[in-house]
Nanobody, 122 residues
Framework: QVQLVESGGGLVQAGGSLRLSCAAP????????IGWFRQAPGKEREFVAA????????TYADSVKGRFTISRDNAKNTVYLQLNSLKPADTAVYYC???????????????WGHGTQVPVSS
C-alpha cells in the first residue's frame, strides 16, 4: 500500500509560481512512476505530467509544457511539480498518483493522494 501526500498549494496570482510536493511518508515509492493530475471545478480530472521511477523520462500535457516541470528525488522519496507562469485556467485541485506507467489516463494509476488546491487569481 502506497500512501501519497501532496503539499505546497495555495493562492497565487496570475504569472506567479508554486512548487508542489508529493511525498510517501513511512513508505517507498521509488519503484513507481508518478503522475500529476488536476481537477478544476465542474470538470473531469486531467493529466498534467508524469515521470518514470528513475526520473530520466518525463511527459507533459500540451497545456502546461514549457511552464511546468516534474522532477523526483528518490533519496527523499518525493516528487515535485514546479508551476511557473500560472494562469487562472490552471486553477484546480492537484493530485499525485503512483502507477507502473506514465500514462495519461487516471485508470493507469493505482494509488492517489487527496490533493492540494491551487487557486490562481486574475
Amino acid at each position: 500500500q502506497v500512501q501519497l501526500v501532496e503539499s505546497g498549494g495555495g493562492l497565487v496570482q496570475a504569472g506567479g509560481s508554486l512548487r508542489l510536493s508529493c511525498a510517501a511518508p513511512g513508505g517507498t515509492f521509488s519503484n513507481y512512476a508518478i503522475g500529476w493530475f488536476r481537477q478544476a471545478p465542474g470538470k473531469e480530472r486531467e493529466f498534467v505530467a508524469a515521470v518514470i521511477w528513475s526520473g530520466h523520462i518525463t511527459t507533459y500535457a500540451d497545456s502546461v509544457k514549457g511552464r511546468f516541470t516534474i522532477s523526483r528525488d528518490n533519496a527523499k522519496n518525493t516528487v515535485y511539480l514546479q508551476l511557473n507562469s500560472l494562469k487562472p485556467a490552471d486553477t484546480a485541485v492537484y493530485y499525485c498518483a503512483a502507477g507502473w506507467t506514465t500514462g495519461r489516463n487516471t485508470k493507469e494509476y493505482d494509488y492517489w493522494g487527496h490533493g492540494t488546491q491551487v487557486p490562481v487569481s486574475s
